[in-house]
Nanobody, 121 residues
Framework: VLLVESGGGLVQAGGSLRLSCAAS????????MGWFRQAPGKEREFVAS????????FYADSVKGRFTISRDNAKNTVYLQMNSLKPEDTAVYYC???????????????WGQGTQVTVSS
């Protein structure tokens, strides 16, 4: 499974970005998907995950109410809509696929290369 993220960039605090992750090489609808992020000098952390059908979603407390994960199985794509961005959201954002819906990075099998999100104050 190949995952390719896009949509990162530089945005001012309070702004919005939508990240996309396009999947190929597998049956997209068979995978739960997740978003993680890693800031400089910090460990990779869970952001959000979504079930195979998109019916269940889970979020880190730090992004709950501001970020929305969604998926389009017809387009083999998962999205992360990020609103009310804060400087502390600055990180490289990664999408990943798993056979289960989980917050644990070790349960994800395939990872994208990451996309940089920078939020200026």
């Amino acid at each position: 499974v190949l995952l390719v993220e896009s949509g990162g960039g530089l945005v001012q605090a309070g702004g919005s970005l939508r990240l996309s992750c396009a999947a190929s090489g597998g049956t997209f609808s068979s995978y739960a998907m997740g978003w993680f992020r890693q800031a400089p000098g910090k460990e990779r952390e869970f952001v959000a995950s979504i079930s195979l059908s998109g019916g269940s979603t889970f979020y880190a407390d730090s992004v709950k109410g501001r970020f929305t994960i969604s998926r389009d199985n017809a387009k083999n794509t998962v999205y992360l809509q990020m609103n009310s961005l804060k400087p502390e959201d600055t990180a490289v954002y990664y999408c990943a696929s798993s056979t289960i819906v989980t917050k644990k990075s070790q349960d994800y099998d395939y990872w994208g290369q990451g996309t940089q999100v920078t939020v200026s104050s």
